[in-house]
């Protein structure tokens, strides 16, 4: 991995020396040693369940399946104990536990919200530039991330001044190529492919949506997502088709839930909007899964004369879609996407999954309502996958210490 510049990367290498306290006078040397006794608990339990699943004869270890490790909604900042942007006891934890040799993790994903408001804009940018460092720190596994609302650095109201923009989000995260196989990327966008090699034979093809796509401050991004008519353009004509075969499977990295907004948090997506209708994106998909054609024109909530008109043409097109993978609700869930208009009878519906929250200082108000405790057991959380291609099947379980993450769950896509 090559080496973040600068000073403030100079402190972040001296972290474990300096290590600040937080709160409670208690600094994160002594957080950091407590949470190794719990990280090396719940990594035992969490890699039995996985080695049950990572093979399709465990025994004989043949079939070999895709592992993934998903992390979502770190939110680093200057007041979470096992979040904090000068040690990120739980991001570390996390990127440990991909490398660990008998896990055989083939990627590393966090999806969106990586870092917390701060109204000081250098100090947003620490925290961003933190994530980057410690995401990849020590860390041998291909690692990749996408962007959620957070990662603005927006308010819902005042000025524009705080925010981080498209640009200081890319040269932070994707300036360096630091994945490996190397990131298909426009020029100084944030959203891009990749291809890894998976186990049982084929390609893995992740796509990470930009969920904060403006080049100005037009919407407030903290509320609205906005995916740029060139983005969706990209994602019809090279993303899902550049280099595509029908050994490729396909995985969508993004933030917020592909539902309805609900005021009474009967959906996920209870906070927060699609700028165009959330169905744009799952039409696309079920499109290029259907092997058809999909024209249609969405119109823009927040400004009525942007409307975006969807052309798209996959006959013929080769490769398979397995799930989004998202975050934003801190919590746990997975759930079918529904209600498209140009729904394949002939197949199963999409199934999108969302992590929870990586530390329990950002305990959700709506969903998330587990009691999660710092210096516990509980403090960290994350989802793990092995996925069969062959079987077209994704076995999911957690990092964790909760009944639910005792749970090893089958879907098929």
Known sequence: MKTPKGWKYLLLC????????????????????????????????????????????????????????????????????????????????????ANHPEARINALVATGDLISFHEDREKALDFMRSFAYFFHWDNAIPSFA??????????????????????????????????????????????YYVDLSDPQGGTIRLIALDMLDQNTSRYRTIHDAIFSDKQIDWLIRVALKEGMSDAHRVIVLTHYPFQPYSGNASTYLCDGDFVHPWKMIPEIIEAFRAKNVWKKTYANRVIRDDSLRIDADFNGCPGEFICYLGGHAHCDATFLVEDLENRAPSLPAQRMFLCTNLAPSEQGEVYNRKERREDTPSSNSFRLYAIDTQERAIYATHFGNDAEAENINVYNY
Request: hydrophobic share 30%; with cysteine.
């Open 14 to 97: 001296l972290a474990p020396l300096v290590f600040p306290s937080c709160d409670n006078g208690k600094d994160l040397r002594a957080r950091a040693m407590e949470n190794d006794v719990y990280f090396e608990e719940n990594s035992q339990k969490a890699l039995e369940r996985l080695t049950s699943v990572m093979y399709q004869d465990p025994e004989g270890k043949k079939g070999e399946r895709f592992k993934l490790v998903q992390i979502s909604d770190p939110h680093l900042s200057d007041y979470s104990p096992s979040g904090h942007y000068e040690y990120p006891i739980n991001l570390i934890q996390a990127v440990r536990f």
């Open 146 to 191: 996408c962007t959620g609302n957070h990662d603005s650095n927006q308010q819902m109201s005042g000025s524009f001044r705080q925010a981080l923009t498209k640009n200081d989000i890319h040269e932070i995260l994707f300036a360096t190529n630091t994945g490996e196989p190397s990131r298909h990327q426009p020029a100084g966008e944030n959203y």
